[in-house]
């Protein structure tokens, strides 16, 4: 089996590359560094040669509406069409969970990942679907992004965040075992508060920024599951937080 991962040399990316390779399969990473640009389509016909399935874990610096929709829709139009000559039986997508609720809709990059998930579902390629939750290890990358004037602004909705490895692991699962199709959930054995987590991880790392609770515009349960998903077994690295 050969596998292309668009954006294999990402955060996710890497260690699916790791992953897969420790299971025998053979790797084909797509990134700019490799080469290959899915917004141009430059070297996507090369890298796809003899591949049975993408697995698209690409990312953009872009938070806007316009540029998360066009990077993320563009990127299925280009791998669709390179992939279809190619012969791919399968595209495998990693989401977030909740954006295609609708709840999020106010969120440029969210309207990106929703773009994306009704890009691949619409798409010749067959597609599976992987929505996880907040990464564990991204909480403080969270924290800064809600960072105003040196404040947390923390809503005081859920969060149920996720261990990267075993998001990883889903991902693998649906490389080697999962037939195409399905849409998967996967969330952290533990849901918070947005305010409580933030605050307990930054004193857990000495940081003394305030973390002030503001009112959601968006429902409690917006980013975390609502129907079936698969739990993670691995808890949040800081004991003691209350859970909701
Ligand atoms: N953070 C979370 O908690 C979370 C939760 C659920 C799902 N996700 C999803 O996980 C996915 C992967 O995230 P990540 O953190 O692994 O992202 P990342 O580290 O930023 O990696 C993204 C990769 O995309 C590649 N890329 C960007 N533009 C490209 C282009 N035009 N052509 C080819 N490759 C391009 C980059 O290549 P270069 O390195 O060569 O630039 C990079 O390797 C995202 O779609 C995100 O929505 C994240």
Redesign the pocket.
């Known amino acids: 089996m050969k596998v292309f991962i ?8 890497s260690r699916l590359a790791d992953n897969l390779e420790t299971k025998g399969i053979e790797v084909v990473p ?4 490799d080469g ?4 141009s389509g430059k070297g996507l016909a090369e890298g796809l040669v003899g591949v049975d399935t993408i697995v698209n ?4 610096p872009r938070f806007d509406a316009e540029g998360a929709i066009s990077f993320f829709e563009g990127a299925i139009d280009n791998l669709t069409a390179e992939g279809e000559r190619a012969g791919v039986r399968h595209h495998i997508v ?3 969970v909740g954006v295609g609720e609708g709840d999020a809709s106010e969120i440029g990059y969210y309207l990106g ?1 929703v773009a994306q998930e009704k890009a691949v579902r619409s798409a010749s390629i067959p597609a599976t679907i992987i929505r ?4 564990q290890s ?1 909480i403080p990358v969270l924290i800064d992004q809600h960072t105003v004037d040196g404040k947390v602004l923390a809503p005081r909705s859920f969060i149920q965040p996720v261990d990267l490895e075993e998001v990883i692991e889903l991902l693998a699962e649906a490389v080697t075992t999962l037939e195409p199709g399905s849409d998967i959930e996967i969330a952290g054995p533990d849901r918070f508060y947005h305010d409580d987590l933030f605050r307990a991880t930054l004193a857990d790392r000495g940081d003394d920024r305030e973390v002030v609770t503001v009112d959601g515009q968006e429902p409690l349960d917006a980013m975390v599951p609502r129907g079936a998903y698969r739990t993670g077994t691995v808890r949040y690295p800081i004991a003691g937080i209350p859970t909701a």
């Not at 668009?6 to 990316?13: E, I, K």
């Open positions: 668009a954006g294999g040399r990402g955060r996710v990316g797509g990134g700019l560094e290959v640009d899915v917004i874990v690409l990312n953009t990693l989401s977030i990942k996880a939750t907040q990464f991204y």
